[in-house]
């Protein structure tokens, strides 16, 4: 028969108590043989965390300027890194020859470190205690780590290990008061922790640690309430609010400013991007003028036709319809520039290649004059129609145009001033080619070419938009862009859009 089990009723506070009597006791008696031990590694330990982490940083930002051999900058850097810590007794770097490329010490290298804490072939970072000959006899330990996986040398690092006796002692000394402390004062006050303190704390903990946005968003955190009821179940008479419960409340109030400004915050930033986009189609709007030229120009080649030849109807109706275009096209560089981050809807139809390349080289004939600039096309005869919009086929050629003789006009003195404008076509795609032997591109520029708002032109010739659109208007039509340029010779710009056979969409004229 089982023996059965005796419970009686001991208090918390009786639990405390006697917990706090075993526990203090056990602690002093114990850790007054060990604390020197235990202690003194957890410092050691903790000194080589520290050095590690030091020599780590050295390691990761030494590497720039041992790789441009600026030892001026790696000085600095050790300088900097020592006086940071009072425990580092020096700093050098070693490189795969022994050779010392900078340090610390106010004198003379001391030879002797050169030859010591070498890691072995397995090892990446090595620690070892050495005893330095100097006035105080110090015992540092030395740590050895690789810079760049060892390529470029190791960081020797030295910390001073005369401070964690000196600590040791004082933890001692602090940890026997604290120990007739706890046995004069840890009884009430672990009673007054556990419930007065404990329970409230925990509470705001557990709120502040399920804090997140969405929860300040939807008003779901919930409020904090303390001592409703003694033990949780009789309803107090009166009750004595203290700090906890202002605490409480405080942190409740803080909840609900949180919310509130929380929801003015998002307010603020929806207006913020608002603002900023405004002030950036303001500031791109300081290029708009180089935009509409380019079809103004085209206008006054037209009206400088007719003047020429006022009785020809017939050319007159063609230079007319052409200015009308132009007009349009004016129109849409100020649509594209106000609608630039919104998607564009396009009405795609069959479009003859060709004939926009003609239209838009009537209208940039004027500057291509003006620059002396010869213009070759090489139209492969067969059927070069492609999917698309007319207008925004004739902006992708515009712009790319207009881009061949900017870049023409910025390489001074060019013995040969031409644009190359070669189309292609097979069954799947019509490639569109507009070559110039203008300024070129650096490759290290090319990838960010198409990026909105980057450019290569002086400040006044262009805004960074031209590439980005036409990039988008390219992607719009199914197709892609490539470009291929040599700084001095020239950059070509290859399109490749999907062909169509004239039947399969209403030809737009």
Not at 196 to 203: C, D, E, G, L, R
Request: hydrophobic share 45%.
């Amino acid at each position: 028969m089982s023996r059965k089990i005796k419970y009686f009723y001991l208090p918390l506070f009786w639990k405390f108590t006697l917990a706090i009597l075993f526990i203090v006791m056990l602690f002093g008696s114990i850790n007054a043989y060990l604390i020197w031990e235990d202690i003194q590694k957890a410092l050691e330990k903790e000194s080589e965390k520290r050095a590690m982490f030091i020599g780590k940083s050295i390691a990761e930002q030494v590497v720039t300027p041992l790789l441009f051999e600026d030892y001026v900058g790696v000085q600095k850097i050790l300088d900097e890194s020592k006086s940071l810590d009072n425990t580092v007794d020096y700093v050098f770097i070693i490189d795969e020859d022994k050779r010392v490329i900078a340090h610390t010490f106010n004198t003379r290298f001391p030879d002797v470190l050169r030859n010591i804490n070498i890691p072995g072939s397995n090892e990446r970072i090595n620690t070892i205690l050495i005893q330095l000959t100097n006035e105080d006899n110090n015992i540092v330990r030395d740590i050895s780590l690789p810079v760049m996986e060892g390529k470029l040398g190791s960081v020797r690092l030295g910390i001073s290990e005369a401070g964690i006796t000196s600590d040791v002692m004082n933890t001692v000394s602090h940890f026997w008061m604290m120990v007739g402390f706890f046995l004069f004062f840890g009884v009430l006050g672990a009673l007054m922790f556990a419930f007065f303190i404990t329970k409230p704390i925990n509470a705001i903990r557990g709120v502040a640690d399920n804090l997140d946005f969405i929860a300040l968003k939807e008003r779901t955190i919930p409020k904090i309430v303390i001592r409703e009821k003694l033990l949780g179940k009789i309803k107090y008479l009166f009750r004595a609010n203290d700090e906890i419960d202002l605490l409480t409340d405080k942190f409740n109030e803080m909840i609900d400013r949180l919310e509130d400004a929380y929801i003015n915050l998002q307010l603020a930033q929806q207006k913020l991007l608002q603002s900023e986009k405004l002030a950036t189609i303001g500031t791109l709007s300081s290029g708009l003028a180089h935009e509409i030229n380019n079809p103004i120009t085209g206008i006054k080649n037209c009206l400088r036709r007719i003047q020429q030849s006022p009785d020809n109807i017939e050319q007159n109706r063609k230079y007319i319809g052409m200015m009308n275009r132009a007009v349009d096209r004016v129109e849409m560089v100020i649509k594209n520039l106000l609608s630039f981050s919104r998607k564009e809807e396009i009405q795609f139809n069959a479009v003859n290649v060709e004939e926009a390349i003609e239209r838009v080289l009537l209208l940039v004939a004027h500057r291509l004059e003006n620059n002396q600039i010869s213009l070759t096309k090489e139209i492969k005869p067969g059927v070069n129609y492609i999917r698309g919009s007319l207008i925004h086929i004739e902006q992708i050629l515009m712009n790319l145009i207009i881009n061949a003789i900017d870049a023409i006009e910025e390489k001074e003195n060019s013995p040969v001033k031409a644009i190359t404008i070669t189309t292609k076509n097979d069954e799947n795609y019509v490639q569109l080619t507009v070559e110039d032997t203008g300024v070129g591109i650096p490759a290290d520029k090319i990838p960010k070419i198409f990026d909105p708002f980057y450019t290569t032109k002086l400040a006044d010739k262009g805004t960074g938009l031209g590439l980005a659109v036409i990039s988008n208007l390219v992607e719009s039509h199914g197709g892609k862009i490539e470009v291929e340029s040599k700084p001095g010779i020239g950059t070509k710009f290859i399109i490749l859009l999907p062909s169509i056979h004239r039947g399969d969409f209403v030809y737009e004229n």
